[in-house]
């Protein structure tokens, strides 16, 4: 008995005293259903929250505006119930733009876009020294959250949460 001390063994008859009791493993229990459950909790939706798709289009919309100054052309971001896109004026006419954050993008499955005409589409459009020619309150919702993002006359771009 005495070798197997010095070697960090313990007799055979001794194992049941180094166990866990049944209210420690209760306890690991808890505390793991507790870890998971906050996980649960904080991972993002994965169609994505309704305030993150108003961030993205307020930021592409600040984009055009910006895109508007630099080019001394007109640029308009015009809005359905199912999305969005840039245009610019050439020649006359309305194009759409092709450049990566200004093409044509649909609302996230789910995302219902408030329209606030009749048409069911408005064109809010910037001149060259980034003015819009009408505000714009544009509300955003997705299973009982929403979102507004405002264009107002000056350019400006915010997200009302």
Known sequence: MRRFAEHGFTAPERYAEHGFTLVELMIVIVIIGLGS???VWVMPDPHGRVTDEAARFAMRT???????????????????????????????????MSETPLRVARWSEGTRAAVPDLSGRVRVTFDATGLADRSLDLRLQRRGSAATVRIAADGSVAIDA
């Open 37 to 39: 459950a906050v996980a």
């Open 62 to 96: 600040r984009a055009a505006h910006d895109e508007a100054i630099v080019t001394a052309r007109p640029v308009s971001v015009w809005v359905t119930a199912a999305g969005y896109g840039f245009d610019q004026r050439l020649a006359g006419s309305w194009t759409p």
